[in-house]
């Protein structure tokens, strides 16, 4: 008797495309608040701890909001169709003492000069952990096409926004910064 050659099942997540965190390309007014080490981009600041009853001592200092937005372009690749998928975005990042925010972008290309462009923002990620995290990987729900490709690249452009914001005492530098290694976007299945 023969053995019968097993089903092979496609994992839930199939990534589609990916960028290195470093990759993308920054406002210019938000160079200065932006590092890069190898593959992760990260507001600047040191990786230290801050223990809470030092934090609780400078609660009466001023406060300085500080951001970067940095966007990555999504390529056209020929498994960028997903019909019947969703499309969610993985991040693999860590929170530290800021925030976290992707948007994935569609925008049309006009078929006649405009002076405007209306965007379409596809899908949104924020982090919404309270806890202050290691790296991790959470996704955004998924967005689903209306029946068509989510990508079409004749017709529209794509990109990724990601924001990285935190707020610090003026007079001293950010620890524990918010910064990002690698962003997906990844079809989900039903």
Same mark, same amino acid.
């Given at each position: 008797?023969?053995? *019968?050659? *097993? =089903?092979?099942?496609?994992?839930?997540?199939?990534?589609?495309?990916?960028?290195?965190?470093?990759?993308?390309?920054?406002?210019?007014?938000?160079?200065?608040?932006?590092?890069?080490? +190898?593959?992760?981009? &990260?507001? &600047?600041?040191? @990786?230290?701890?801050? +223990?809470?009853?030092?934090?609780?001592?400078?609660? +009466?200092?001023?406060?300085?909001?500080?951001?970067?937005?940095?966007?990555?372009?999504?390529? =056209?690749?020929?498994?960028?169709?997903? @019909?019947?998928?969703?499309?969610?975005?993985?991040?693999?990042? $860590? $929170?530290?003492?800021?925030?976290?925010? !992707? &948007?994935?972008?569609?925008?049309?290309?006009?078929?006649? =000069?405009?002076?405007?462009?209306?965007?379409?923002?596809?899908?949104?990620?924020?982090?919404?952990?309270?806890?202050?995290? =290691?790296?991790?990987?959470?996704?955004?729900?998924?967005?689903?096409?209306?029946?068509?490709?989510?990508?079409?690249?004749?017709?529209?452009?794509?990109?990724?926004?990601?924001?990285?914001?935190? *707020?610090?005492?003026?007079?001293?530098?950010?620890?524990? #910064? #918010?910064?990002? !290694?690698?962003?997906?976007?990844?079809? *989900?299945?039903?």
């Amino acid at each position: 008797m023969s053995a *019968q050659p *097993q =089903p092979q099942f496609a994992s839930a997540l199939q990534p589609l495309w990916n960028s290195v965190g470093s990759a993308g390309i920054v406002n210019l007014d938000d160079v200065p608040n932006v590092e890069f080490q +190898n593959s992760i981009v &990260k507001l &600047k600041g040191f @990786d230290v701890i801050v +223990n809470s009853k030092a934090a609780r001592v400078s609660a +009466n200092f001023p406060i300085e909001k500080v951001q970067a937005v940095v966007r990555y372009e999504v390529t =056209p690749d020929p498994g960028l169709i997903a @019909d019947e998928a969703g499309i969610a975005l993985r991040i693999y990042c $860590r $929170r530290g003492h800021g925030d976290i925010q !992707a &948007k994935l972008i569609r925008v049309p290309i006009p078929s006649s =000069p405009t002076s405007s462009v209306e965007e379409h923002m596809l899908i949104t990620y924020n982090n919404s952990h309270t806890d202050r995290l =290691p790296f991790y990987v959470d996704l955004s729900d998924p967005f689903q096409g209306s029946g068509g490709p989510v990508f079409d690249f004749v017709n529209n452009s794509y990109y990724i926004e990601l924001t990285l914001s935190a *707020q610090h005492l003026a007079a001293m530098p950010l620890t524990e #910064p #918010p910064e990002v !290694a690698l962003l997906h976007l990844v079809t *989900q299945f039903e």
